[in-house]
């Protein structure tokens, strides 16, 4: 701290009758030839005790001498990093007499009044220039009486207290922002869709960014293991919450790519992710009835719409009845009972079974035969016989292949719709857990933000620095700064 230390005392010898010397009240003598008080700062941190600029004394007829050296202050004080940067720091500088006692040396404040130890306003702050960093909040000046082990006689010592508090813009723009801006993007991962490949490489980068802010912070905080820095606590809950992040996004990929022939959804699975919690979180979930919907929409057939969901193909009806054949209509054979031959063909609803196998992927004819004659596939499903079977015998083999082949068609179509509602299932109940994870991780976030930053108990002090209110300085700036705004 640079400031100017007005130091006044009485010497007898500095006396004279102005009368006698022309009317001379004032003398300006250089401090070195005159006796000076060895008033040093006890907490100094520069190994400087002394003035080193000796400035000239003005020395007074009734033996009044004042002395005031400019010097340049540098105390120790003990740092607490706790609410850094919404901080507020109490320093001290000691001042008193190195060699001599009380009794020798009164010393006392110049504003000290009678009977009272402390002064409010210890240092005169009209000069000060404002710090671009700290606000002064208080400087009081307090006299203490002290007895030390190695003297009987007191010492005296007088303590400038001085309260600083730390202005937070720099801070606020510079690092409580982008940390804010980065946790809060961090909980948009949830957002991102799974298919889109990029949750875990957000997340990462997130992360990294985070590690960087840790590393400038460490360097502009003093270095101290007391206390954790109110920032510092906040960036090691976002790392956490991104930490976490990573794992659940593992996860809900994990799940987001499973598929019947892996896994097999269980039941609570299904109740819990896909009937009970998307209502919970204002989810939609498309239903049956949506599907049945969309097909008469692109104007199919509603008759051709089985128990299963999947419609026949359009127009495999007509061109069942309409097929003509070497000898005219149907070779000279009609279906039993005058009706047309896609009524007659019946296909029943599927056992619940297994998914498709890796057999039936293939070609149809390749994979339809495979299905008929590997021993390890079993019996056939009902969809592959027809309702009436003593009525196919009157048909010709061409028709009988036809259905042969519509049947494993239907078959095949039924079963990979099956592995594909299940397939999707998996993905919506990792579109659920994502959905579910929005609202924990935000929910986390804005209540720990709120409890972490909000912690020091220097944001709700409506005091003013006192600095502003008295330094003509401070006056002068604010009142160009209104002349400019």
Not at 127 to 145: C, G, L
Not at 297 to 316: H, K, Q, S, T, Y
Request: aromatic share 12%.
């Amino acid at each position: 701290m640079a400031a100017e230390a007005d130091v006044e005392w009485r010497d007898h010898k500095f006396q004279w009758d102005p009368y006698e010397y022309g009317g001379v009240t004032e003398l300006y003598v250089p401090s070195e030839i005159i006796w000076l008080p060895d008033i040093v700062l006890y907490n100094n941190a520069d190994g400087e005790y002394i003035v080193t600029t000796m400035t000239k004394a003005i020395l007074h007829s009734d033996g009044k001498v004042l002395w005031s050296p400019p010097a340049i202050f540098k105390s120790s004080c003990e740092i607490d990093v706790r609410y850094f940067p919404f901080d507020q720091q109490d320093c001290f500088m000691k001042f008193g007499s190195w060699s001599h006692d009380g009794w020798v040396i009164d010393l006392k404040h110049l504003d000290a009044e009678l009977g009272r130890p402390t002064v409010n306003l210890g240092m005169d702050l009209k000069q000060y220039y404002p710090s671009v960093e700290w606000d002064i909040m208080a400087v009081p000046a307090t006299r203490n009486f002290k007895f030390y082990p190695c003297c009987d006689e007191p010492f005296i010592d007088i303590y400038f207290n001085i309260t600083l508090r730390r202005k937070t813009l720099f801070y606020t723009v510079n690092l409580i922002i982008p940390c804010v801006g980065l946790e809060y993007l961090s909980v948009l991962v949830f957002y991102l869709p799974a298919y889109s490949g990029e949750k875990v490489a957000l997340c990462i980068s997130i992360l990294i960014s985070q590690t960087m802010f840790f590393l400038l912070i460490s360097e502009i905080m003093p270095s101290t293991s007391l206390a954790v820095p109110l920032l510092g606590k906040y960036l090691l809950f976002t790392m956490l919450l991104v930490g976490l992040s990573v794992l659940v996004t593992i996860i809900v990929l994990n799940i987001h790519y499973r598929n019947p022939s892996t896994h097999k959804m269980a039941p609570w699975v299904r109740r819990v992710f896909i009937e009970k919690l998307p209502r919970l979180l204002l989810m939609r979930v498309p239903s049956k009835d949506e599907e049945t919907s969309q097909s008469q929409e692109l104007g199919l057939d509603p008759g051709l719409v089985r128990e299963n969901g999947r419609e026949a193909p359009p127009g495999l009806r007509e061109r069942l009845n309409s097929r003509q054949f070497p000898g005219g209509g149907y070779n000279g054979v009609r279906p039993p009972g005058g009706g047309t031959l896609s009524s007659n063909i019946g296909l029943s609803p599927l056992r619940d079974g297994p998914g498709l196998p890796a057999s039936l992927r293939g070609s149809p004819g390749h994979a339809a035969a495979h299905a008929m004659f590997d021993p390890t596939f079993g019996e056939l499903p009902d969809c592959f016989h027809v309702t009436h079977e003593t009525q196919i015998a009157h048909y010709p083999m061409e028709i009988q292949e036809a259905i042969s082949n519509v049947q494993f068609i239907h078959f095949h179509m039924v079963q990979q719709d099956k592995f594909d509602e299940e397939d999707d299932d998996w993905a919506f109940v990792a579109m659920v857990l994502d959905r579910l994870l929005l609202w924990v991780f935000g929910f986390t976030s804005v209540v720990g933000t709120v409890i972490i930053l909000c912690e020091s108990p220097y944001l709700y002090d409506s005091s003013e620095p006192i600095d502003v209110k008295i330094s003509d300085i401070a006056q002068q700036q604010l009142q160009a700064a209104i002349e400019d705004f």
